[in-house]
T-cell receptor, first 112, second 113 residues
Framework: GENVEQHPSTLSVQEGDSAVIKCTYS??????FPWYKQELGKRPQLIID?????GEKKDQRIAVTLNKTAKHFSLHITETQPEDSAVYFC???????????FGRGTSLIVHP | KAGVTQTPRYLIKTRGQQVTLSCSPI?????VSWYQQTPGQGLQFLFEYFSETQRNKGNFPGRFSGRQFSNSRSEMNVSTLELGDSALYLCASSLDEGNYGYTFGSGTRLTVV
């Protein structure tokens, strides 16, 4: 089955710095890669996603890049703010009746 | 548009008891998945229901079961509770068959004492 590795498990940055979280996947048939943000005590929420026919997608301060050849994708957050502090999960899915496989999560801490 | 609703939000049970959790997906969503979340363990997949049928199942013991009704609402049941079952149980619904774009509920926090 699919295996998703996510790194780092913890990331500590200063406000205003950039943060990068990386994920690798094993199944080349995966074609949809969402990212979820879970603030403390709250539910995971979809913040950005990318499909395999696209190499990069941006939404204001966040962006996701995908390298299908290397089977890895990354979340980039620029100009980090304290409210970006949360656990971020990546996932890989191949659609159809297959459920997505999640990474183990990255705890991002943004220090004011 | 109402989100995914999970009830109850908090639950305290004693070892050996059973518990039933409920999830109402977004209107029109036919796929409902359940996850167990514990500190350091991320999101552990329990099972997924689509059109009242269990379509996928994770690696959990048979004490964990679920079902889905014709209106897409889903329930999960845990029998003979153990201390290790204490966790946040999240339900997620999806519109497409491909499970694209989950919307999670706020979860049920289960504490087993």
């Amino acid at each position: 089955g699919e295996n998703v590795e996510q790194h780092p498990s913890t990331l500590s940055v200063q406000e205003g710095d950039s943060a990068v979280i990386k994920c690798t996947y094993s199944d080349s048939a995966s074609n949809y890669f969402p990212w979820y943000k879970q603030e403390l005590g709250k539910r995971p929420q979809l913040i950005i996603d990318i499909r395999s026919n696209v190499g990069e997608k941006k939404d204001q301060r966040i962006a996701v890049t995908l390298n299908k050849t290397a089977k890895h994708f990354s979340l980039h957050i620029t100009e980090t703010q304290p409210e970006d502090s949360a656990v971020y999960f990546c996932a890989a899915s191949k659609g159809g009746s297959y459920i997505p496989t999640f990474g183990r999560g990255t705890s991002l801490i943004v220090h004011p | 548009k109402a989100g995914v609703t999970q009830t109850p939000r908090y639950l305290i049970k004693t070892r050996g008891q059973q518990v039933t959790l409920s999830c109402s997906p977004i209107s029109g969503h036919r796929s409902v998945s359940w996850y167990q979340q514990t500190p350091g363990q991320g999101l552990q997949f329990l099972f997924e229901y689509f059109s009242e049928t269990q379509r996928n199942k994770g690696n959990f013991p048979g004490r964990f079961s679920g079902r889905q009704f014709s209106n897409s609402r889903s329930e999960m049941n845990v029998s003979t509770l153990e201390l290790g079952d204490s966790a946040l149980y999240l339900c997620a619904s999806s519109l497409d068959e491909g499970n694209y774009g989950y919307t999670f509920g706020s979860g049920t926090r289960l504490t087993v004492v």
